[in-house]
């Protein structure tokens, strides 16, 4: 087999406990039902934190529990500083941040700054004011184009579908007529002024109200958005989420040069406080335009789409693995790995499609179904392959279990405001939020939703397989492939090691073959996405395989993966 030419990335960053840690997301909804109602909830979390102490992972990131009327899963926040109380209290935030730390694991919340909810005061506030008032220009409020400004500001697309304008009712004395007002999402999510420094001022104050309270970092939402072009200008493209825009021209409401200023100014703030993180969800490319984020001064990590985005392609995947630890060592950054998350299709599920359509957002009945094991052996391969590079993985909650998408919601069960917003065109994202399995002979699997109450999604029959309780201690589940490759990364701080392609790799062909140096072992990585069993040869040593028979006659067979440990 030829090799590929050996290239060396060093890490150059002090290592600090963010540089390569594993960080859990939790779905609040659908993780644990604490209280019963078929809503997961922050004592459902607290209840399962020994689950994830034990899983071995480093920091749990937590999306939105805020106060929030749900138009977007609580991605449109009414209360920056309280909890809804379908989640619980602020007491239970704070018994839950203590209980983490006890564990020693860290948490981070989700920090919405883009659009608050309609029902957050300062909409209100603003709905209630007159066109020019301060209080509308804390949003984007602007005349309508046209005879009685009829037609939209601008040509802009909400991400959701539909247009990213809604016209507000005038009063009698609006010389406009009724304005309207930018959502780049749901028209729920009005987006808000950041060229106000009573935004910036505003943000500030909740930044430490939760660093106060004890978080150890915050995920940014939609970091790349805040900032809109001067003049709002027409746009043709279309933008897609997690992939981010069409073409490589840059959207005039994404990637602007301004919000890199928000993110200094952030950092000035945490920076006040001890070992705090800000976390961009930020659909950018090319990665060296991501890297801007982590800049020194900026954030300190940034979801890697790009590695989400290349699939089950050794090709796609070489490159972005090349290119992260590239650009990641040009900030004096780490890289992070991700495979799945709240937005996508589970990737046990993608990897089991033969055809992958490009920005696919969710699967329907009718749509053509995964193959349900060739996915999963796939996505044990890809823990294999995630967890054992340098940097920072995520871990979407049941990655661990290799957790399939529900592919076969009904229209009535749908939730996501991107089913409505087009029509049904696009089936959205309920099918990644199902609530996870924990016991596969209990009612709703022993989500915790009591006899009388049924999950918000349905959870397919299929679930009762990946619990919880029927995987732990079964030496070949997934679940425990997760538990030995975190214990061995951990003791071994493979994380922490330096990366370099082993003479094996030959992406052209399906093979990925890697080594991480560490401090006292080496780490072999090999994976193949090919369709022939590729010679490897002997190993002496720790050895853990993502599949029963990866290795036959010293090769590794299609769609396996093997760690092979040497001590120095
Ligand atoms: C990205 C979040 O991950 C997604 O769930 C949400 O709908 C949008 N941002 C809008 O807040």
Redesign the pocket.
């Known amino acids: 087999m030829p090799g590929q030419p050996r290239e060396v990335t060093l890490m150059t960053a002090a290592p600090r406990w963010w540089s390569d840690a594993v960080i859990y997301q939790v779905y609040p909804r659908s993780f644990a039902d604490g209280d019963g109602d078929g809503m997961g909830d922050l004592p459902g979390v607290i209840g399962r934190l020994d689950y994830l102490a034990d899983l071995g992972v480093d920091a749990v990131w937590l ?1 939105p529990f805020y106060v929030s009327p749900q138009k ?2 609580g ?2 926040v009414a209360d920056y500083r309280d909890v809804d109380p379908m989640f619980g209290s602020l007491e239970d935030a704070d018994r839950l941040i203590a209980e983490a730390h006890a564990r020693h694991l860290k948490v981070i919340v989700d920090l ?1 700054p ?2 608050t909810s309609d029902q957050h005061v300062w909409f209100q506030e603003a709905l209630a004011s007159p066109p020019g008032s301060p209080a509308r220009e804390r949003y984007i409020f602007r005349p309508g184009k046209g005879p009685g400004g009829e037609q939209p500001p601008n040509n802009w697309q909400s ?1 959701f579908g539909g247009p990213a304008w809604t016209r507000i009712a005038g009063a009698d004395d609006d010389e406009t007529g009724g304005e309207w007002y930018l959502h780049l ?1 749901d028209s729920s ?1 009005p987006d808000l002024n950041w060229n106000n420094p009573e935004v910036h001022a505003e943000f500030e104050a909740i930044l430490r109200f939760w660093l106060d309270r004890g978080v150890d970092g915050f995920r940014v ?2 970091a790349h958005g805040m900032v809109k072009a001067e003049g709002l200008p027409d746009w043709e493209g279309s933008v897609h ?1 997690v992939g981010g825009e069409d073409e490589d021209r840059r959207a005039p409401f994404f990637d602007q040069e301004g919000v890199h200023e928000i993110y200094r100014e952030w950092r000035r703030v945490l920076d006040e406080y001890e070992d705090r993180i800000l976390v961009a ?1 930020a659909w950018v490319h090319p990665l060296s335009r991501l890297f801007r984020y982590v800049r020194g001064d900026e954030m300190h990590q940034a979801f890697n789409f790009v590695f989400l985005s290349a699939g089950w392609d050794a090709a796609a995947l070489h490159e972005a693995i090349t290119d992260s630890l590239r650009e990641a060592a040009t900030v004096g950054a780490t890289s992070t790995w991700v495979l799945s ?3 996508t299709v589970r990737h046990a599920s993608r990897f089991g499609l033969e055809f992958v359509p490009p920005h696919q957002r969710g699967i329907g009945p009718e749509d053509p179904q995964p193959d349900e094991a060739l996915g999963l052996v796939r996505a044990r391969a890809a823990a294999l392959l995630e967890l054992g590079l340098p940097g920072s993985a995520y871990v979407y909650q049941g990655d661990e279990l290799g957790l399939p998408e529900h592919t076969t919601l009904a229209p009535e069960d749908r939730q996501d405001p991107a089913y409505f917003r087009t029509g049904g065109g696009e089936m959205g ?1 309920d099918g990644c939020r199902v609530p996870l399995p924990w016991a596969a002979e209990e009612h709703a699997f022993g989500f915790g939703a009591g006899e009388d109450a049924t999950p918000w999604l349905p959870q397919p029959e299929r679930f009762r397989h990946y619990a919880v309780d029927r995987q732990s201690g079964d030496e070949t589940s997934t679940l425990e492939l997760y538990r030995t490759l975190l214990r061995l990364r951990a003791q071994h701080g493979f994380g922490r090691g330096e990366f370099a392609w082993h003479e094996l790799n030959d992406p052209q062909e399906g093979f990925l073959a890697f080594t991480v140096t560490a401090e006292s072992s080496d780490l072999q990585v090999l994976v193949n996405l090919g369709t022939q069993p590729v010679r490897v040869g002997p190993h002496e040593g720790t050895q853990v395989t993502s599949r029963r028979s990866a290795l036959t006659d010293g090769h590794l067979v299609p769609d396996a993966a093997v760690w092979r440990i040497t001590e120095r």
Request: glycine share 0%; hydrophobic share 30%; aromatic share 10%.
């Open positions: 999306s977007d899963a991605y449109d919405v883009n659009h991400i999402f999510q939402d939609v989420m969800e998350n709240h937005d994202r």
